[in-house]
T-cell receptor
Framework: GNSVTQMEGPVTLSEEAFLTINCTYT??????LFWYVQYPGEGLQLLLK?????DKGSNKGFEATYRKETTSFHLEKGSVQVSDSAVYFC??????????????FGAGTQVVVTP | ETGVTQSPTHLIKTRGQQVTLRCSSQ?????VSWYQQALGQGPQFIFQ???????GRGNFPPRFSGLQFPNYSSELNVNALELDDSALYLC????????????????FGSGTRLTVV
């Protein structure tokens, strides 16, 4: 079946440090890949996405590249801010014969950025 | 452009009761999905509706049911509540077409926090 594995948190960083959150997936076919962010007490916000191999998604300084050969979609940001403190979820969107667009999420990685 | 609105934001119910959660999808979106997020975990897919018909279901028992209305708003109903049903319930909407299925990111609401005591 489909699955998403993320590195465990919490990840604690100082402001302006480099952030990497690893994400690997198992899927049949060619899923779309997403990163969502969840701030305390809120729902999920789409951060970026990639729909095919070698696509790079980017938004707000975050980037992730769809690597089919390594089945990975690692999230990176060159210089984090305190406001980036949140839980980050990697997800894939997969289709079956009778439906589409179901999201399979990883367990989430909490990121804490200190001043 | 309005986002996804869920109501209520918080709810406390007693074991065995029934609950209805509501979701107003983003304007122009025709697909709505519901997810259950237990504390400290990633969201789990419950089911999805496309143009008022169920379009896929996750590994949840039949006491979890739903509806999508002609204006694409949606309800999630849970009967015979159990303590393990305590979670954040997220609604997400998207604009899908038969040609570009699943390529769009979903817009999530802020969720309904359900506590079963």
């Amino acid at each position: 079946g489909n699955s998403v594995t993320q590195m465990e948190g919490p990840v604690t960083l100082s402001e302006e440090a480099f952030l990497t959150i690893n994400c690997t997936y198992t899927a049949t076919g060619y899923p779309s890949l997403f990163w969502y962010v969840q701030y305390p007490g809120e729902g999920l916000q789409l951060l970026l996405k990639a729909t095919k191999a070698d696509d790079k998604g980017s938004n707000k300084g975050f980037e992730a590249t769809y690597r089919k050969e390594t089945t990975s979609f690692h999230l990176e940001k060159g210089s984090v801010q305190v406001s980036d403190s949140a839980v980050y979820f990697c997800a894939l969107s997969y289709m079956t014969t009778d439906s589409w667009g179901k999201l399979q999420f990883g367990a989430g990685t909490q990121v804490v950025v200190t001043p | 452009e309005t986002g996804v609105t869920q109501s209520p934001t918080h709810l406390i119910k007693t074991r065995g009761q029934q609950v209805t959660l509501r979701c107003s999808s983003q304007s122009g979106h025709n697909t709505v999905s519901w997810y259950q997020q237990a504390l400290g975990q990633g969201p789990q897919f419950i089911f999805q509706y496309y143009r008022e018909e169920e379009n896929g279901r996750g590994n949840f028992p039949p006491r979890f049911s739903g509806l999508q209305f002609p204006n694409y708003s949606s309800e999630l109903n849970v009967n015979a509540l159990e303590l393990d049903d305590s979670a954040l319930y997220l609604c997400a909407s998207s604009l899908e077409s038969l040609r570009d299925r699943g390529d769009y990111g979903y817009t999530f609401g802020s969720g309904t926090r359900l506590t079963v005591v």
